[in-house]
């Protein structure tokens, strides 16, 4: 992805697309947290969804993350404010290969922009160009809206699920077959 790609959606409104780096951790937790309390409301306890705070141990772990290589990204951008990202990385599943996007969130106020699916199909496209022929994602198992936003991005159930401990939820896998590059 060439640095800072524009997109103009049919909203009118433009972001640019980046390649995500260590600076960028601190907001891509403010973003997460944000979305998590209004994408999992009424899916996670709101106890829980209200002790959320940005951790400087995460965003510290993250960075390094980028940094060293162990996680991509991508990160969306409108008016210089970082909106959106998507992380992504080997599998951290056992028996499961190819690669993994471990997240993907937009701030609240850019749902059904395009800017989501922009942030997929160029991590996507990323994994990709790097010779992996899968990727595949988690999902809880409760969250229809993000379980639509996957399949219509051409991910399909895999049929493995797990249980989270803590809060206790149900998560399935997804996958998507990327084909040989060439």
């Given amino acids: 992805m060439p640095q800072g790609v524009i997109y103009d959606t049919m909203s009118t409104m433009t972001f640019e697309l980046r ?3 260590p600076d960028d951790s601190q907001a891509i937790e403010v973003v997460r947290i944000t979305t998590w309390r209004v994408a999992y409301h009424g899916i996670m306890p709101d106890s829980y969804l209200d002790a959320l705070d940005v951790r400087p141990a ?3 772990r993250r960075a390094e993350g980028i940094a060293t290589g162990v996680t991509a990204g991508v990160v969306a951008l409108r008016d210089g404010r970082l909106r959106g990202f998507s992380l992504y990385g080997a599998s951290r599943d056992e028996g499961i290969d190819g690669m993994e996007v471990y997240a993907i969130y937009v701030l609240p106020d850019e749902f059904s922009t395009g800017m989501g699916r922009a942030l ?7 994994v990709r160009e790097s010779g992996h022929t899968e990727v595949g994602l988690w999902v809880l198992a409760d969250n229809a809206r993000a379980r639509r936003f996957y399949e219509r991005s051409g991910f399909t159930l895999s049929g493995r699920t797990k249980d989270l401990p803590d809060p206790p939820l149900k998560e399935v896998h997804y996958r998507m077959a990327l084909g040989e590059t060439g």
Avoid: I, L, W, Y
């Fill in 19 to 21: 390649p995500a780096t």
């Fill in 58 to 60: 995460v965003v510290r």
């Fill in 120 to 126: 997929m199909t160029e991590s996507v496209d990323r």
